[in-house]
């Protein structure tokens, strides 16, 4: 038969205080109370562990070898308490955290520089992919949290089994060479932009929010040049290839011979930047403490002045 933990740690209290009354003291106990623990541990180890004497009690030789073995399970119950509080007061731990690369490059410097600030003893891992890489990272459990996005949309949104919520809205503006026809106007309609050629982040969510944007203004949009990211696609606009539709949260790094515009009638759908982590899962302090955080930096971010 196992020998019961909870019998074991009051032997280890009896062996300290040197009599089950003192012990019954110690632990808040009746003398009968301890004493009928005592009694079912000596059943479960199946010989005396104490030794009854007109001043007290000692243990038995098999009393002591149970002893020592209590003494490390409490010090490992200690050590485990002690580390679940520091997790839970963010004294140590790590925090896996995903992000697309324009939340990297825009506002997340700011929110890891709050974080570590206040909770420096926090282990803190950073993966920057794309949508796709990102979702494989959550489903393998590689990280706990991960920044995301989707297109604004009024319809029914699909089961994914995450749980989301919204940092901010993210809406598309227009890039143009500073000599483009429409480079003096700070605002164009959609429909404007029929004949134009157009460069993409090659990624199958940009490309079918371009052509959201473009089927509601009623024509296909003429790709010219798929971009690995949105610094190649403004280098491609620059030298003339075509213009873009980007995310402000892309602007951060504007080239100087670049026009932002807005598109008006019909404005384009913009972005939502999300928080996603495991449906039905309870998040860290760590990453609850990201999130806030996230939130907080990413609604108070405002993009560069584009002029």
């Not at 009599?19 to 003291?25: E, G, M, N, P, Q």
């Not at 429409?182 to 309609?189: C, E, Y």
């Not at 024509?219 to 980007?246: C, H, K, N």
């Not at 403490?289 to 971010?301: S, Y």
Request: proline content about 7%; hydrophobic content about 45%.
């Amino acid at each position: 038969m196992p020998m019961d933990i909870r019998r074991m740690l009051v032997l280890v209290e009896v062996a300290r205080a040197g009599s089950l009354t003192a012990a019954a003291a110690s632990l808040n106990y009746t003398v009968s109370a301890i004493s009928q623990q005592i009694g079912q541990l000596e059943d479960e180890a199946g010989q005396p562990l104490i030794e009854r004497r007109p001043r007290g009690v000692t243990l038995t030789e098999a009393g002591r070898a149970v002893a020592r073995h209590a003494e490390r399970i409490e010090r490992s119950l200690t050590a485990a308490h002690e580390e679940l509080a520091d997790l839970a007061g963010l004294h140590t731990g790590t925090l896996r955290l995903g992000t697309i690369p324009t939340v990297t490059e825009s506002f997340l410097p700011i929110a890891i520089s709050a974080f570590r600030g206040q909770n420096p003893g926090v282990d803190l891992r950073i993966h920057s992919e794309q949508m796709t890489g990102l979702e494989r990272l959550l489903e393998s459990r590689e990280i706990e949290l991960a920044i995301t996005w989707d297109r604004e949309t009024s319809g029914t949104r699909p089961d994914t089994g995450r749980t989301t919520e919204l940092i901010i809205r993210d809406p598309n503006v227009l890039l143009v060479p500073s000599g483009h026809r429409l480079a003096d106007k700070s605002s164009v309609r959609m429909e404007d932009l029929r004949h134009e050629p157009w460069i993409i982040r090659s990624a199958p969510k940009v490309l079918a929010l371009l052509q959201a944007a473009c089927d509601a203004a009623g024509f296909d949009p003429i790709v010219t040049f798929e971009a690995r990211s949105y610094q190649e696609a403004q280098a491609m606009v620059a030298v003339g290839m075509g213009i873009a539709l980007v995310p402000q949260l892309a602007l951060h790094s504007l080239r100087n011979d670049l026009t932002v515009l807005t598109v008006v009638s019909p404005a384009p759908p913009a972005r939502r930047i999300l928080l996603t982590h495991r449906l039905g899962e309870r998040l860290s302090p760590a990453a609850d403490a990201m999130r806030k955080i996230l939130i907080a930096t990413g609604r108070a971010w405002r993009p560069p002045d584009p002029q």
